[in-house]
């Protein structure tokens, strides 16, 4: 089992910028690959980030690529998601999740083990 506490969120104006912190607990969190998911109201939840377990490789969805930027640091068992020039589309509730697999470059959210309890972000105009 891993547990998944995200950090991090508030309220920010359009063209702001964000950090989300995710702190993994439980089995070694080096052993996982990591993504961000968002789900906005009357949305499905939505892929926005992945990054291998060594942090290697770092897979984004287009709406974000550019502005959005993931990591993370095994020694503190902590994966980051910096979210510079937000827009108020960005708006959601933003998930840490974990998978037991090899490849980053998975999207579907339904492929992911570990879930954390998510963070509001909102983007005002």
């Known amino acids: 089992q891993v547990q998944l506490v995200e950090s991090g969120g508030g309220l920010v104006q359009s063209g702001g910028s964000l950090r989300l912190s995710c702190a993994a607990s439980?089995?070694?969190?080096?052993?996982?690959?990591m993504g961000w998911f968002r789900q906005a109201p009357g949305k499905e939840r939505e892929f926005v980030a992945s990054?291998?377990?060594?942090?290697?490789?770092?897979i984004y969805a287009d709406s974000v690529k550019g502005r959005f930027t993931i990591s993370r640091d095994n020694t503190k068992a902590t994966v980051y998601l910096q979210m510079n020039s937000l827009k108020p589309e960005d708006t959601a509730v933003y998930y840490c999740?974990?998978?037991?697999?090899?490849?980053?470059?998975?999207?579907?959210?339904?492929?992911?083990?570990?879930w954390g309890q998510g963070t509001q972000i909102t983007v005002s105009s």
């Open positions: 990054i291998s377990r060594s942090g290697g490789t770092t």
């Open positions: 439980g089995r070694t969190v080096s052993n996982y690959v």
């Open positions: 999740a974990a998978r037991t697999g090899v490849s980053a470059n998975v999207n579907n959210p339904r492929l992911y083990d570990y």
